[in-house]
């Protein structure tokens, strides 16, 4: 079976460009989250959705943050505008099944670099 | 005080050796336990999910949950030198779906 599958693995760009993360989740899963992973902060979460409807954004850190789910197979995660301080890797996660808590499954995310 | 905390190490073990990685928090509606593995570059992979106390085994790991204490660890048997990567714990509450990840563990097996 396929997993989470995030485009692209690296992205490198300057500051003030808009970067677009993208994901597609596992077949059949209702829940898709959106961390960030860094050194200093380990795994946040920034945003999750449930059937495409965003439920919790707040842990997006500012307004240059946005995030759609459009359908039940494709995220985006946009920031516009960049800045140095966003370079870290961003992982998409779905989960699904019967009844609640399911275990999440993530992508191998996108390496982030602003300059 | 922070919710989890989890020793970043590293870990260093010679192969064969039985490995004890742990994790506590405070948070009380902390209800279903999971530990993942993370290799350098790649995704978290789940390894273990358990919403008891006790113990639950599966293959050569074994994840022990006492709720009480609220502690969990994650036992490896037979290391092996493909076990080294970072080990992150993570909680669901009963609150809501976001998982709290401990920062992880850095466990290094040598030959």
């Known amino acids: 079976d396929a997993g989470v599958i995030q485009s692209p693995r690296h992205e490198v760009t300057e500051m003030g460009q808009e970067v677009t993360l993208r994901c597609k989740p596992i077949s059949g899963h209702d829940y898709l989250f959106w961390y960030r992973q860094t050194m200093m902060r380990g795994l946040e979460l920034l945003i999750y959705f449930n059937n495409n409807v965003p439920i919790d954004d707040s842990g997006m850190p500012e307004d240059r943050f946005s995030a759609k789910m459009p359908n039940a197979s494709f995220s985006t995660l946009k920031i516009q505008p960049s800045e140095p301080r966003d370079s870290a890797v961003y992982f998409c996660a779905s989960s699904g099944g019967v009844g609640g808590y399911q275990p999440q499954h993530f992508g191998d995310g996108t390496r982030l670099s602003i300059l | 005080q922070k919710e989890v905390e989890q020793d970043p190490g590293p870990l260093s073990v010679p192969e064969g050796a039985i490995v004890s990685l742990n994790c506590t928090y405070s948070n009380s509606a902390f209800q279903y336990f999971m530990w993942y593995r993370q290799y350098s570059r790649k995704g978290p992979e789940l390894l273990m999910y358990?919403?008891?106390?006790g113990n639950k085994e599966d293959g050569r790991f074994t994840a022990q949950v006492d709720k009480s204490s609220k502690y969990i660890s994650l036992f490896i048997r037979d290391s092996q030198p493909s076990d080294s990567a970072t080990y992150l714990c993570?909680?669901?509450?009963?609150?809501?779906?976001?998982?709290?990840f401990g920062k992880g563990t850095s466990l290094l097996v040598t030959p």
């Open positions: 993570a909680f669901y509450s009963n609150s809501g779906y976001a998982l709290n």
């Open positions: 358990t919403y008891s106390s």
